[in-house]
Structures are given as C-alpha cells and as structure tokens.
C-alpha cells in the first residue's frame, strides 16, 4: 500500500472481504448507496487477470478515494463446477468444453444470468476435459501469441475428431471476458462493466498483435474503453498495494528488481529499476524477456510423461487421450505434494474405454521423488550464469501445436535474460553495474504465478540466482515477501486505476521493445538477389502511452489497391535507437521479425496499383496498443496499417 492508502485486505483470498457473499448475491443493489448510484463516471477501478490457466477480476470503489482509503476486492465468480451446480470461486479457470449433444442434461448448464450459456467455461470445462481431453479448449492465450496461426479459425481443440466442433483462439478468449462481464453485471446490475474503468493485464512480452487481438476481445463483449498493463507491472503494484504504506522501506535507490512470473503456459522475466527524482522514489521498467511458453503445463506434462513410462515397462500403452487425461490427474498430485510435507506417495488412476470400468483401469502412483527429480532438477538446474537455452534443429514436419520453449531449464533462460540486458540499467545515474559484471544483478526478486506456491522450487530458484550473484562478489537478491501468487496480477490492475488518477507511485514503462518496419530498396533486379531490406525504426523502446511520433523528412511510395506485404521487426535490446533510425545491418539477436502483415489498402479515388508519396506516423494508443499510419505527402490521404494480422482477413482503414 502506499502512503496515500491503507491496506485492509487479508494475506489470504479465502479471508478477502470479497464481492460477492451469499447474501450479496441476493441483494446486490444493497452494496450500493443511492450517493453511488447517482455519482457520474466510472465508480470503480476494475483489473482483469486473463490468464493461461485462470482468470481473476479485483475491484475497488473510487469513492475510497475521498478518505484515502483503498479496498480492494476480488471478485468471488459464480461458475458451473458440475452439470446443475454454480459454485463462486475467486478463480474462473481458463478452459472452455465443447460438450456432446446428449452429454448434458436440458437445464444442467444454467448459470444466474444465462439458462443456456453459449460455452461452458470455468471450473466444469476443466472438470469434464480432465475425463475427455479431446473436448477441453486450453492454452487460448498462448494461441494469441503464435505467430503463424489465424487467431481468428476454428482450430481448438486441435487434436479434436471431426464431430467436435472447433472453435477460435480469439472466441475462447472472448468467451472468458464474456463469463466475467456476466458475472459482475449479476452482482452490480446498477453499475455496468463497460461504464467502469477496466484494466486488462497481457504479458510484457506479447507482440503488437497478441495485444490488438486483447483489446478487440475486450470490444466484442462490450468493453471497448479498457486498457491494458503489463503482467509483471501488475504484480508489482499489488506487491506496493499490500506493503502497507511500507514499500519504500523494502525498496532503495539504485534497486533492480527482478520479477518472475512462472504461470500454467508461461514464463516471463522483466526487470525494474528503482530510482530517484526531487527526492522522490521512481519505477522504471528497464527490461523484458521473450515470450517463453514454458510453465507449469509443461511439469504436469513431464510428470504424465514419467509416469507413461512406469507403466510401459510393465507392458501397459497408454492412447494419446489417456496421456492428456493423466496430465490433469498429475497436477493436481503434483500440488498435493508440494502443499503436503506429510504425502510422499499420491495413487493415480488412468480411465479406458473397456467395458468393464474396474477392469479397463490402469493404476500407478507418483512419488515426492520423482516430482523433485523431474520438476526441480528437470525445470530448474543448478547451472552456472554462462549456460544458455539449448536448441536443437527442429523436423521439417510436425504436428500442429504451440511452439514451446525446446529447453525445459527456467534456470537456463533466466541466465541468458540477464546477460542480455547486462546494459539495460546504463543510462540510469542511480545505478552502476561493476566492471567485472557478466550479468545485470538483480538486488531483489519478485515472484507471480501459481508456479511459484511450491516452496520447493521457489526456493531452488532463488539459491541458483544467489549462487551466481555470489560468484560475481555481488550482495544476494532478497525476496520481497507478501505477494498473493494467485490473485496479485488482477489486484495491481485494479490498483492501476487509482494510479492512473493520481495516487500511489506509478511505473514508467511504455512499449517493452523498440519496433522496426522494413523498407525495400528500388534497386534494379539482379539474378539470385533479393531487394536489399532496411529496418527503420518507427516506436523506440519506452515510448509512452498516449504519444505519437512522426517522420515527416522520411517519403516513402505506398501501393494502393492490390494486396502488399509490411514486414516488421521488433528488438528488447536496442535502446538508444530513434524514431527514424535505419538499419543496413543486424543480427539475429538484435532484431527478431514479426508476422509479415499482407492486407489492401483502399484507392479512395486512385487507381490500382499506384505508388502514393507518403509519410509515417507512429503512435502508442492511451489503451497499448500500436499504430502505424501512412500519411499521403500530396493530399489529405491517411491508411492506418493494422496489426492484427492473425484474423484471416484484411485490415484497411
């Protein structure tokens, strides 16, 4: 908490005073006063956590503000958890089932606001999945972000048979925020999400496109008007929201905060520095990692995959389903013993199709030892700070599917995050990296994501990164303690919202990378020899929400009229580049390519095919989004290049 807010919510969700008890349920326009009602504008803050695994939404009254005070609350969602059962969890699972015709009774399905629901998402899609995985929709968030892929086709679940329908990445995703608007227009009928402030988080390393397709989620259900924040930001305002009014005890000039957020499909690394200005503490955001799909899916896989193979040396082969269902059963063992000092054994149980139900099964068991050995040494070795990912070359044909992070080793990708972003701290007064420095040192650790609750591996984390810090004669990163793993990312959303008001300690961020748009050289045709490409760059890294920067010097021919190809570069690593700096040159590790974007821009009077003089702007929209535009050099001509290039359609303005 900072010192403008006193924090009086509980450590535990379980303790929160939240939303929505039995009794606010029945009568929820009793938690709002006729003052409320009456009151102009948003009334409350409301953050988003639209997770891989869960979604979680907080909230807090703005009317706080008044006396200073800030509650904030987690909103307890009613869901399906069984066929004619709503129960209210503080966490919506991201799963969405795609049932049979005769699967379901008529009226089992019925929510609160809705007797038959488009899609049965939440807690019964994970429970009816874990039985019939090739029905259960999982990971949409992930699929926003593979490049290659029409977020916008029919193509999950992907391994389903031909009688199960399909659905889009970007429907499922809808289909969650669709779930939560419900929810809270059941329990505020007299306050609508869409007339709320509403705060959206997405990971740090989400590309331009991931985020339009966000945003335009967030459209499809009637909030248009919400923004969005960087996960690890998030996780950091809710930290300095529980503190209290105590952060800046726990936090100094010249800190470099590093924040790991380890979730069910992902891992994402970002670094903050904190800083002085007039003698006031600052937050910057100073780094990002890559997008790394790798988390705690891919442990309850390995743990599956363990098991598959006790039960082959005993002659016993296990179907493709078999495997997806036993991923399910090997999670939530796998959190047993972790939460449990008392279990070392936990008996699981593999369904068939048989006729005979008990003599169709398959038994085994998973020990305490083999979650260590595959999960500890398997996803967090003891490596030294020079080690990297490994890659190895892929087949030239593979199944479709997402394109996980080929090393398993966290601990590999964190080393290799921190030597790239050795310089990321230069242009700060307030912090000076030694000489000898092979790697940014980080001075404090910040963990998020359910990964993380497991003592066992939050712990051997930390001793891997002191091991090294030590190594270099630098002081060991201390834990900030306090953080809610769970609900911390949809609480420091919601807090957003009074920061952006003027209250509490504000992270400067902007865009996590610097963006490039390749520019091809008129050059005549040479056999065997592609038109040269330069990268100019158009948005540098840390451009802020709301600014726009334009290249009036820079003319440039855009074709009208027939399909043409923009190609765009994206680098976390360059960051002295300018709006308009061009590139003849770079390496794979400076600059990575983006999707290409082919769409047709509207003649608006021209002919076909003509080459139209032009300048560009580029602009960080106040929701986080980015825009490129092409401004006409002759007339009042204006085509807006889109980035969603992953909806199957074309984008022309």
């Not at 329990?187 to 997405?202: F, G, H, M, R, S």
């Not at 038109?531 to 802020?544: H, K, N, V, Y």
């Amino acid at each position: 908490m900072t010192d403008e807010f006193n924090n009086i919510n509980p450590e535990n969700p379980e303790d929160v005073t939240h939303a929505a008890t039995s009794d606010d349920l029945a009568h929820p326009q009793a938690m709002l006063s006729e003052e409320q009602v009456k009151r102009n504008g948003p009334q409350f803050s409301v953050g988003i956590d639209l997770g891989t695994t869960h979604c979680v939404l907080s909230y807090a009254d703005f009317g706080d503000m008044d006396n200073d005070v800030l509650s904030l609350q987690v909103m307890a969602i009613p869901q399906l958890t069984s066929p004619g059962m709503v129960e209210e969890q503080y966490q919506l699972p991201s799963f969405l089932y795609q049932a049979h015709e005769v699967e379901l009774a008529d009226g089992s399905t019925s929510l609160p606001w809705a007797a038959k629901p488009d899609y049965l998402v939440g807690e019964i899609a994970r429970n009816l999945g874990s039985k019939t995985p090739i029905r259960l929709v999982a990971s949409a968030k992930s699929w926003l972000c593979h490049a290659g892929v029409d977020c916008k086709a029919p193509i999950l679940p992907t391994e389903a048979p031909e009688e199960v329908e399909r659905i889009s990445p970007f429907q499922a995703t809808t289909a969650y925020l669709q779930h939560m608007r419900d929810a809270w227009q059941s329990l505020y009928p007299d306050a609508p999400l869409e007339q709320q402030d509403v705060v959206i988080t997405v990971p740090a390393s989400f590309d331009p496109a991931a985020r339009e397709l966000t945003v335009e989620a967030a459209r499809a259900v009637g909030l248009g008007q919400a923004i969005l924040l960087e996960e690890p930001q998030a996780a950091l305002y809710s930290w300095i929201e529980k503190s209290d009014g105590d952060w800046r005890k726990h936090a100094k000039v010249g800190d470099i905060i590093l924040v790991i957020d380890i979730g069910g499909g992902t891992t994402d690394l970002s670094l903050i520095a904190v800083t002085e200005q007039d003698g006031n503490l600052e937050l910057t955001r100073v780094a990002v990692g890559d997008h790394i799909l790798l988390g705690g899916d891919n442990m309850d896989l390995a743990l599956a995959y363990t098991l598959r193979a006790k039960l082959e040396k005993d002659g016993k082969r296990l179907e493709p389903w078999q495997i997806q269902a036993l991923t399910h059963s090997c999670r939530d063992a796998k959190e047993k013993i972790f939460n449990n000092a008392d279990i070392d054994t936990i008996p699981l149980v593999v369904a068939s199709r048989g006729s005979s139900l008990i003599g169709g099964t398959l038994r085994s068991e998973l020990t305490r030892e083999e979650v260590n050995r595959v999960l500890v040494e398997g996803f967090l070795p003891e490596v030294a700070v020079s080690e990297r990912p490994v890659s190895r070359t892929r087949t030239g044909l593979r199944t479709a599917g997402l394109p996980y992070a080929q090393d398993a080793g966290i601990t590999r990708h964190l080393a290799a995050f921190l030597a790239k972003q050795q310089n990321a701290t230069d242009d700060l007064k307030d912090i000076n990296l030694p000489e000898h420095a092979t790697f940014l040192h980080p001075t404090a650790v910040l963990f998020n994501g359910g990964v993380l609750k497991a003592n066992t591996l939050a712990e051997r984390l930390m001793a891997v990164l002191n091991a090294w810090l030590t190594a270099e004669q630098a002081p060991e990163a201390r834990l900030l303690a306090g953080a809610d793993l769970d609900l911390a990312v949809a609480r420091g959303a919601a807090y957003y919202g009074f920061v952006r008001k003027g209250k509490g300690v504000r992270i400067r961020g902007g865009t996590a990378a610097s963006y490039y748009v390749g520019i091809e050289s008129a050059m005549p045709a040479v056999p065997g020899l592609a038109p040269e490409i330069q990268a100019l760059c158009i948005a540098p890294f840390g451009m802020e929400e709301g600014t726009q920067e334009e290249l009036p010097d820079d003319e440039f021919g855009l074709v009208i009229g027939e399909p043409v190809r923009f190609r765009f570069f994206a680098s976390n690593i360059r960051r002295d580049d300018k709006v308009g700096t061009r590139l003849d040159y770079w390496t794979e590790e400076e600059l990575t390519e983006l999707d290409e974007i082919e769409i047709t821009l509207p003649e608006e009077s021209r002919k076909p095919g003509e080459v139209v003089p032009v300048h560009l702007c580029a602009a960080v929209t106040e929701v986080g989004t980015l825009e490129l535009q092409a401004v006409s050099q002759k007339d009042t001509g204006r085509w807006k290049i889109e980035f969603d290039v992953r909806a199957g359609e074309e984008s022309p303005t």
